[in-house]
Each structure stands twice: as C-alpha cells, then as structure tokens.
T-cell receptor
Framework: GENVEQHPSTLSVQEGDSAVIKCTYS??????FPWYKQELGKGPQLIID?????GEKKDQRIAVTLNKTAKHFSLHITETQPEDSAVYFC?????????FGSGTKLNVKP | DAGITQSPRHKVTETGTPVTLRCHQT?????MYWYRQDPGHGLRLIHY???????DKGEVSDGYSVSRSKTEDFLLTLESATSSQTSVYFC?????????????FGSGTRLTVV
C-alpha cells in the first residue's frame, strides 16, 4: 500500500517568517494530495489540495507544490501568523482511500 | 463540523467490554470512513464504507468491526476493548471517495480503555 512520510515533526518559526512542510509518497498511482490543518480538540480541516496534473497551487498565504517524478509535495505558508499554529497533515489519495503523513506541529511565535 | 457528528465525544471503558462509536451525517455522502489518531502515527484508516451495507477494511482493522444500515449512520464497534485501542477516533465523509473534494472530518471521539 501507499506510504506517506512527513517532515519535520515539529516546526517553530517567528511570526512573519515562512514555514515549509515536506511529504513524500511511494505509490505512483496516487493522484490527489490534500493538506489538512488540525487545531487542538478539533477534527482536521482541508486547507488546500493539488492533483497530479498540476505542479503548483496557491491560495492567499498558502501554496502547495508537487513533483511527481520525485514523488514529493510540499506545503508553504508565507507571512505566518499566530493563528497558523496547529498540526498539519499531508495525505496521498489512491482510488478512494487517503494515506496520511504523521503530522507536523507548527508553532508560530509572536 | 457541519453535517457530521460523532457520539460520544468522550468515553472511558474497561478492558474486555464492547464499545460502539457512532458517526452521523446529514450530507447524504456515499463514502464514510473511520480513522484513529495516535501520536507519531498520524491518521490511520480502520474501515470505510462506499454505500449502505458496503464496507471494507483499512490498514488497522484488527479488533474492529463496522456496520452501515443507513446512508447517514456508520457505526464502529470494538468487540472486546483493549488498552491498545485507547485513541482518538475520527469519522470522515466524502462525496466522491476523496479524489476530487477531499474529506470532511467529525470532531472526534476520545476513547480511553482502562
């Protein structure tokens, strides 16, 4: 089955700096790559996604890039704010199932 | 989360007892999923359903069973709870199987087996 690895497990940045979270996947058949943000005590919420026929997607301060050849994709958050502090999960979708990374705890220091 | 509710939100149970968690949706989505979340492991799929009475196993299905007799309800049962099943359980729904619109997650059930 699919194996998704996510790095780093924790990330601490100063407010206003950029944050980058990286994921790799193993199954070349995976074709959809969502990113989720989970705040304390809540379920994960979709923040951005990308499909295998697209190399980059941007939505305001967040962007995702995908390199199909290398089987890796990344989340970029610019101009970080304290409310960006949360756990972020990447996922790779193979048919109708998602495989999640182990999560990155992002701490944005004011 | 809008359209999807999990019950109970918290539960403490004893080893060896059966436990049933409920996921209810009002979105009429075809696909429903049960995940468990543990530190260092992210979210791991237990079971999923692609329609009424249609279910399949995920990567960590041992010790769990599911049932879906109505579109809106997906039940997860621990036949005989063990301490290793202490976890936070999330239900998710999807209109298309996740490859176009992603999942919507519930707020989770924190289960403690003592």
């Amino acid at each position: 089955g699919e194996n998704v690895e996510q790095h780093p497990s924790t990330l601490s940045v100063q407010e206003g700096d950029s944050a980058v979270i990286k994921c790799t996947y193993s199954d070349s058949a995976s074709n959809y790559f969502p990113w989720y943000k989970q705040e304390l005590g809540k379920g994960p919420q979709l923040i951005i996604d990308i499909r295998s026929n697209v190399g980059e997607k941007k939505d305001q301060r967040i962007a995702v890039t995908l390199n199909k050849t290398a089987k890796h994709f990344s989340l970029h958050i610019t101009e970080t704010q304290p409310e960006d502090s949360a756990v972020y999960f990447c996922a790779a979708s193979n048919f109708n199932k998602f495989y999640f990374g182990s999560g990155t705890k992002l701490n944005v220091k004011p | 989360d809008a359209g999807i509710t999990q019950s109970p939100r918290h539960k403490v149970t004893e080893t060896g007892t059966p436990v049933t968690l409920r996921c209810h949706q009002t979105e009429n989505h075809r696909y429903m999923y049960w995940y468990r979340q543990d530190p260092g492991h992210g979210l791991r799929l237990i079971h999923y359903s692609y329609g009424v009475k249609d279910t399949d196993k995920g990567e960590v299905s041992d010790g769990y069973s599911v049932s879906r007799s109505k579109t809106e309800d997906f039940l997860l049962t621990l036949e005989s709870a063990t301490s290793s099943q202490t976890s936070v359980y999330f239900c998710a729904i999807s209109e298309s199987g996740g490859d176009r619109y992603g999942y919507t997650f519930g707020s989770g059930t924190r289960l403690t087996v003592v």
